[in-house]
């Protein structure tokens, strides 16, 4: 996967911001889900999710109404690429090293390493 936990990635597809969809918004890769192809992106599909009360471990309430991001299709978000900061496809370059050879990711449009 060309996608990794840290990254900075745009939602590509998808309803508009103008509209209350997603498309355009940028944010941080928070964790990858390999065996569904998904990945969770900070402040990107947000969903309202009802927590059951329960006690915490010094007696106070927990529980409500909690928002948090869902997962969303990899196919969904493109890498950004840190020149333009604008989305790209990713290429790779082997780099050669002292220590043996390098797999490196490269924005195709700016040929910058990610």
Do not use: F, W
Request: no cysteine.
């Amino acid at each position: 996967m060309k996608i990794k936990k840290g990254d900075l990635v745009q939602v590509i597809s998808g309803g508009s911001e103008a509209r209350g969809g997603d498309r355009g918004k940028q944010g941080q890769v928070l964790a990858v889900l390999k065996e569904s192809n998904r990945v969770i992106v900070e402040g990107v599909n947000l969903v309202t999710k009802h927590t059951r009360e329960g006690q915490g471990d010094r007696g106070q309430k927990t529980g409500g109404i909690v928002t948090q991001e869902a997962p969303i299709h990899v196919s969904n978000v493109a890498l950004v690429d840190p020149k333009s900061k604008k989305p790209t496809r990713v290429g790779y370059k082997v780099e050669k090293t002292k220590d043996g050879n390098k797999k490196v990711r490269i924005a195709r449009k700016s040929g910058e390493e990610i």
